[in-house]
């Protein structure tokens, strides 16, 4: 799975004097030891509008389970995503490193336990998969439209796409999707975007994820 950073607007600044506005006020240059207090004073007391105005921009590489659970984020998002109605290259599959076992005390979710798969049925899903994906190939040669022949792909198929979002909005990504009882693949992948957050909003981002 991959993340990578491809542009943005705005710095800790920015939402310095999307706050100040309101009194008719604006700052320069950024002041460590004073607005960075008013970053985590609007952070600590849910006054998140001004964190809405800077914008952020990755392209995505995770499979379709994972991106699925990611597209419900919608508030402040925009999403492009690769379409199988006109790609046509080979579907690259993903597999995890290891099964994890059904969690006893939660209806979602997983335990850290290994699953050891005693009648080797994940390896014959593995057969199966790429089974799925030569008939799909195979589909498409053979004259089937790909927006028809897509269908019969799986859901571990990987998916690329760009996704655009407030600062706001990634910080409310970031603290739900990597909580310890996040989806193990999932909180991979999101934890991705933190070291660029925080690169490019030290203070804010700080102050929206502690």
Excluded at 76 to 87: D, N, Q
Aim: with cysteine; charged share 25%; hydrophobic share 40%.
């Amino acid at each position: 799975m991959e993340v990578t950073y491809l542009g943005h607007y705005g710095t800790d600044l920015t939402v310095v004097n999307a706050a100040r506005v309101s009194f008719g006020k604006r700052t320069q240059d950024f002041r460590p030891g004073k607005d960075d207090r008013l970053l985590a004073f609007l952070a600590r007391h849910k006054h998140e509008l001004p964190f809405a105005h800077p914008h952020v921009s990755f392209h995505f590489k995770a499979p379709i389970f994972v991106a699925r659970q990611l597209a419900k984020h919608q508030v402040g998002f925009v999403w492009s995503e690769i379409s199988r109605r006109y790609v046509k290259d080979d579907p690259e599959l993903y597999w995890p490193r290891k099964w994890r076992k059904a969690a006893p005390d939660v209806k979602q979710g997983s335990s850290d336990e290994e699953f050891t798969d005693p009648f080797g049925s994940a390896s014959r899903a593995l057969t199966t998969a790429r089974a799925l994906v030569w008939d799909y190939k195979r589909l498409v040669i053979d004259g089937m439209c790909p927006e028809q022949a897509r269908m019969i792909l799986p859901q571990n198929m990987y998916t690329e796409w760009h996704w655009t979002g407030s600062l706001l909005g990634w910080s409310r990504v970031w603290n739900l999707r990597v909580k310890p009882d996040a989806q193990a693949e999932t909180r991979e992948v999101v934890e991705m975007i933190g070291p660029t957050m925080g690169a490019l909003f030290p203070y804010s981002w700080k102050s929206l994820t502690t």
